[in-house]
Nanobody, 125 residues
């Protein structure tokens, strides 16, 4: 059974940093496209950052996080990370880790085969 489990969410102040982790089990995702998505209350889920399973990986960031967030992967740990710096109140959302069976970067929600349960990130003073 494939599972993705996110860690690292919490309540922080504007300007602070957080590092989200996603640990996968049940399948090797070293050659898979993976991504972080987020969903604010009452809004559609949106892709935040995505990377392919190729080497070197292709990487995508949504415009609002470019220069602040960094997606990375540790294939030895079957884990995906999202370093979030200079956090803003508008970054508040539930963050989800997602993985594909295929290698490429994907920006459609339906392109992802596996999802974590989500972790809440709240940025507030």
């Amino acid at each position: 059974q494939v599972q993705l489990v996110e860690f690292g969410g919490g309540l922080v102040q504007p300007g602070d940093s957080l590092r989200l982790s996603c640990t996968a089990s049940g399948r090797d995702f070293s050659a898979s496209g993976m991504a972080w998505w987020r969903q604010e209350a009452g809004a559609e889920r949106e892709v935040v950052a995505a990377m392919s399973g190729s080497e070197p990986p292709a990487i995508y960031y949504t415009d609002s996080v470019k220069g602040r967030f960094t997606i990375s992967k540790d294939n030895t740990r079957n884990s995906l990370y999202l370093q979030m710096n200079s956090l803003k109140p508008e970054d508040t959302a539930v963050y989800y880790c997602a993985a594909r069976r295929l290698e490429g970067v994907a920006l459609r929600r339906g392109a992802y085969d596996y999802w974590g349960q989500g972790t809440q990130v709240t940025v507030s003073s």
